[in-house]
């Protein structure tokens, strides 16, 4: 095993993922030495969709060191302070999938159970007026979160929505004038090492060759390094992740355009509308088996009107590489698989992916330990999305048509059955440190898409059912009046 430092990283890609990671790297690595080179093809372009992020965008952007006022300018951006969810259980039924927590300040993870409560013994009430940040978004109103824990604002979270390909050229800027070297051209040469397997160079169809320690594989669905040549192999999830393509097309700008994000369930997948400032994004997602792809893009067009765009199809297979990383090969970004665009998680898996890079930075040897780490966690952080995918998929019991029935039938994950099993018994939400949605979350989307809770923590009996009623009407009351006071979007 070599003891050498790596002297020069390749990235493969100028996609999302590609700009994300010579972005992070060039900030992270600083004045090593260490040289970094990125392709990519103009003539093979980018996927061109994904415009919605979670909270977890603020560790990025906090790292590459972006003015958020610029980059919001830059990129086109919205504010996203959740998703609202349309007819999963049945059309005209819908919820709020909030980021941030409900109740006040200090409520914490108990917040849920006291809400339970109310609801075993007879109070009717949406969770809704129980998030600052699902008033806010109904409102229309922003604000940041702050940091003082006794603030009411210290329960919101935020994303944004953002073009895609306006935050990768963004970050090229930054990464540009970190010393990143761009390389424009069609990989067409891959020089592999006959012992080790590792991959020593890529030659482009312009003639440019690019040698290096370190290979970053930010190609896109297809792999070029991680599965054409190294032959990762990929899992898929067919049943329980049924949709298989989408029909994505702008409309014009709404100014009045929502803070959140919205995810409308139709016949055989489901739709998003995210506002953006120059447009407005949409897109179907179906499955093929139960929709084809003619009668898919009539489902778009009959709900958006007329597109200011042609609407494109976008196929893929939700899944994963069964490794991300392999000998001095690390995918990241759709090389490394993809789920399916529902609650906007790509992006934050790019991030996850730069981040165990980080923290698992190789020398030239590149240590198969260290792969294996990543893979471990690469994998663990792929089922617990594919997880939260699943619970909006199966529990749908408004629908009857065959793509829902189908996944309404499809026995779950064992990993996702314990978390209801525990979730209908005692109304605990079972995570583990590394899961990505935390409670807020699940609490959301179980209750919004008609998981019930038998029991709450008796550690409220502290306090009488009439006590619990009281706190909970305060806190209705508290949030209402913080979400008077916070200014309306313009
Ligand atoms: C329908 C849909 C909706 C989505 N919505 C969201 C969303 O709302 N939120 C979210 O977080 N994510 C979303 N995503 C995912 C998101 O689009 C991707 O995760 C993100 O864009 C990263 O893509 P990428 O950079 O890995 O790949 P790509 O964008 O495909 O980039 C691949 C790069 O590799 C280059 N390349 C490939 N082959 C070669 C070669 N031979 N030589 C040189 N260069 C090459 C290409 O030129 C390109 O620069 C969505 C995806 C889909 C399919």
Redesign the pocket.
């Known amino acids: 095993m070599s003891a050498k430092p790596v002297r020069n990283i390749v990235i ?9 990671t010579a972005a992070a790297l060039s900030k992270a690595l600083g004045d090593s030495g260490i040289t970094i080179a990125l ?16 909270p977890t965008i603020h560790w990025i952007n906090n790292l590459v060191g972006l003015d958020e006022a610029a980059f919001m300018a830059a990129t086109k951006a919205t504010y996203k302070l959740g998703i609202e969810f349309h007819g999963w259980q049945g059309d005209g039924h819908q919820y709020f999938h909030p980021f941030g927590t409900y109740g006040a300040p200090g409520d914490g993870v108990i917040f849920p159970h006291r809400l339970i409560r109310g609801w075993l013994g007879g109070l009717d009430a949406s969770p809704e007026p129980y998030s600052l940040n699902t008033q806010l978004a109904r409102a229309r109103r922003f604000a940041r979160p702050v940091g003082d824990p006794r603030s009411m604002l210290s329960t919101i979270g935020y994303a944004y ?1 953002f073009d ?1 390909g306006l935050y ?1 050229a963004y970050l090229r800027e930054q990464a540009e004038a970190r010393g990143v070297r761009r390389f424009e ?4 040469g891959v020089e592999q090492d006959g012992a080790s397997g590792f991959i020593r160079s ?1 030659t ?1 169809d312009k003639g440019d060759r690019l040698a290096g320690d370190l290979f970053v594989d ?5 792999g ?1 390094l991680i599965e054409e040549k190294l032959k990762a192999g990929y899992e898929t999830w067919p049943d329980w992740l049924p949709c298989d393509g ?1 029909w ?1 097309a702008p409309t014009p700008a709404d100014l009045q355009g929502h803070p959140y ?1 919205c995810a409308f369930a139709h016949e055989a997948g489901w739709r ?1 509308r ?1 506002p953006l400032q120059h447009r407005v ?1 949409n ?1 179907y ?1 179906f499955s093929s088996r139960f929709q084809d792809a003619d009668a898919a893009r009539e489902t778009l067009l009959a709900a958006i009107g007329e597109p200011s765009a042609e609407p494109r199809l ?1 196929r ?1 297979t939700p899944g994963r590489r069964k490794r991300a990383w392999i000998g001095n090969v690390v995918a ?5 698989g ?1 789920l ?2 529902l609650e ?7 991030q996850t992916g730069i981040g165990k890079l980080l923290s698992l930075f190789p020398r030239a040897g590149c240590s198969p330990l260290l792969a294996e780490q990543y893979n471990r966690i690469f994998e663990r952080e792929m089922e617990d999305v594919r997880d939260f995918l699943v619970l909006h998929y199966h529990f749908t019991h408004g629908r009857d048509e065959p793509l829902w029935r189908h996944c309404q039938q499809t026995p779950l994950p064992d990993t996702l059955r314990y978390k209801i099993d525990q979730f209908r018994a005692s109304g605990r939400i079972m995570l583990a440190t590394e899961d990505l949605f935390r409670d807020a979350s699940w609490f959301a989307v179980m209750t919004g898409q008609g998981i019930r809770a038998e029991d709450y923590n008796p550690m409220l009996d502290a306090m009488s059912d009439a006590a619990n009623l009281e706190h909970l009407e305060k806190v209705r009351g508290a949030i209402a009046q913080s979400t008077a006071q916070i200014a309306k979007l313009p």
Do not use: N, Q, Y
């Open positions: 493969l890609g100028g996609g999302t993922a590609g700009w994300m392709v990519e093809s103009d003539v093979i372009g980018t996927i061109g969709v994904g415009e919605a992020t979670i929505h895609a990768a051209g069609k990989v067409t890529v482009t930010c190609s896109g669905m297809r070029l989408a994505a994000t998003w995210i994004g897109g997602v976008i893929f990241i970004g759709l090389s490394s993809f399916e665009p906007s998680t790509s992006i934050h898996l790019i």
